[in-house]
Nanobody
Framework: QVRLVESGGGLVQPGGSLRLSCAAS????????MGWYRQGPGTQRELVAT???????NYADSVKGRFTISRNNANNTVYLQMNSLKPEDTAVYYC????????????WGQGTQVTVSS
């Protein structure tokens, strides 16, 4: 059974930091891409950051310079270090793991709430 377990969300004041983690298990194929999307109130889900198994990075413009994504390929874990958080970063953050096998497939976590408020 495929599971993506996220942790690290919570309430933080503007300017603060949080670190999200996501551990993937039960995926028997090599995971090409891992990363994070988010969905704020009344908005569509949007890309935050992704990283491939080869280390290629992709960030949304809104988080460049503030967020850093990293990955441990040995245990299929991805991290998102979020600094200088803003109220507009408030959202549910979803972990994604993508494989190329089976014609390509995406697996999603349940989401973790990040709230930036004073």
């Amino acid at each position: 059974q495929v599971r993506l377990v996220e942790s690290g969300g919570g309430l933080v004041q503007p300017g603060g930091s949080l670190r999200l983690s996501c551990a993937a298990s039960g995926i028997i194929f090599s995971i090409n891409r891992m990363g994070w999307y988010r969905q704020g109130p009344g908005t569509q889900r949007e890309l935050v950051a992704t990283i491939t198994s080869g280390g290629t990075l992709n960030y949304a413009d809104s988080v460049k310079g503030r967020f850093t994504i990293s990955r441990n390929n040995a245990n299929n874990t991805v991290y998102l270090q979020m600094n200088s958080l803003k109220p507009e970063d408030t959202a549910v953050y979803y972990c994604i793991a993508s494989i190329r096998a089976l014609g390509g497939r995406d697996y999603w976590g349940q989401g973790t709430q990040v709230t930036v408020s004073s």
